[in-house]
């Protein structure tokens, strides 16, 4: 399909094609990267990891040569880090990158978690956070070793859920790594050190300008995108979303339905038509859910309810064809054995089977 012209003295239109094609170019997969896996974590704004393979999985779609030992030593030296971010959702991010990142949520998913419950009050979250930074300073602790605590203090054990709302708590190595994926070791995340920056917006993270910075990584990672796209993704209101739009240099696209589109300054458009490859991606990856999603129409209506369940929190795994999801695998008796949800082009299937193999060959380290 190809892109609509510009009207003069309106913005440009990006047809659905087109907005498909810049969203896998930012999210590194039209072309694998060179990068690093920390530098590809904060290039993509994150991975959303509720299972802990899901980054190794994420970054071996986007990344050349990625292996898994290099995300595990970045993960075990403090480089990454997987915390609660986004959406109150566990992500796999660069460590510089969490500061700002959990700056940005923090007042909302208070609120929000806050709302959501009939227990624990503003008054019992602080108490029991206060607790927590004292039984981690002396280092990291399972989550059932921290609950029982908190019940011999006399605080509330069912704050637990919530409390990394209120203390800064990462996932502790080797637990959450591909090795051993259950996530259940917290420690405090470190502070990073006096005069550091982030990607972009140094160590000034007032929630104000940490919401700015998150927005823009957003538009540069996902975008174009809608305000309403923004605050899906952060998990704020389109209020708070439009006011650190405003902080930031913009430029305007519409959508084929008339949407407003903002965009960063020279961030990817790539033609409409540009080739898409084969990628196998682990579940929630977040290139499949949100805003850009919709409009992206990445997942095709007809087989949404193949990919996301209705009655629990699960993804399946899928690939990718024409930049599309077209299918679904899973790896067993050691080999990825994939299922298309319509018949293939002979050229589509060898292209599936290509990566599928290249995916097994990763999986077993040959």
Wanted: aromatic share 6%; net charge positive.
């Amino acid at each position: 399909m190809r892109q609509t012209a510009p009207v003069p003295g309106r913005e440009r239109v990006l047809t659905d094609d087109a907005c498909l094609r810049a969203l896998l170019a930012r999210q590194l997969l039209l072309e694998r990267s060179t990068l690093t896996p920390v530098r590809a974590l904060e290039r993509v704004c994150g991975l959303q990891t509720q299972h802990a393979p899901s980054g190794y999985l994420g970054l071996h779609a986007r990344v050349e040569g990625f292996e898994r030992a290099d995300l595990t030593a970045a993960l075990t030296r403090g480089r990454a880090v997987q915390a609660w971010a986004m959406r109150s959702t566990i992500h796999m991010l660069a460590a510089r990158d969490r500061p700002v990142f959990a700056d940005a949520v923090r007042d909302g998913q208070r609120v929000a978690w806050l709302r959501a419950r009939t227990g624990p009050t503003g008054e019992d979250m602080s108490a029991a956070a206060e607790a927590v930074r004292g039984h981690l300073a002396d280092g990291p602790l399972r989550q059932a070793e921290i609950t029982a605590r908190l019940g011999s203090d006399g605080l509330r054990a069912d704050a637990f859920p919530g409390l990394q709302h209120w203390v800064d708590l990462v996932r502790v190595p080797p637990a959450g790594t591909w090795e051993t994926p259950r996530a259940h070791v917290y420690g405090l995340a470190p502070r990073p050190p006096a005069g550091a920056e982030t990607a972009g917006a140094g160590t000034a993270t007032d929630p104000d300008a940490a919401r700015t910075e998150l927005v823009r990584r957003y538009l540069r990672a996902f975008g174009p995108a809608t305000a309403q796209d923004v605050a899906r993704f952060a998990g704020f209101g389109v209020g708070t979303a439009r006011t650190a739009l405003a902080g930031l240099e913009l430029r305007r696209f519409h959508d084929e339905r008339g949407a407003e589109l903002l965009d960063v300054p020279r961030a990817p458009l790539p033609d409409a038509a540009s080739p898409a490859p084969v990628r196998f991606l682990g579940p929630f990856d977040a290139v499949l859910l949100l805003g850009h999603a919709a409009r992206t129409r990445i997942v095709p209506a007809p087989f949404r309810s193949r990919v996301f369940a209705t009655t629990m929190p699960r993804s399946t795994p899928t690939f990718l064809v024409d930049g599309r999801v077209a299918g679904t695998w899973a790896h067993r008796d050691g080999r990825i054995a994939w299922e298309p949800f319509t018949d293939l082009a002979p050229r589509d299937r060898r292209a599936v089977d290509e990566e599928a193999e290249r995916l097994r060959a990763w999986w077993v380290g040959t």
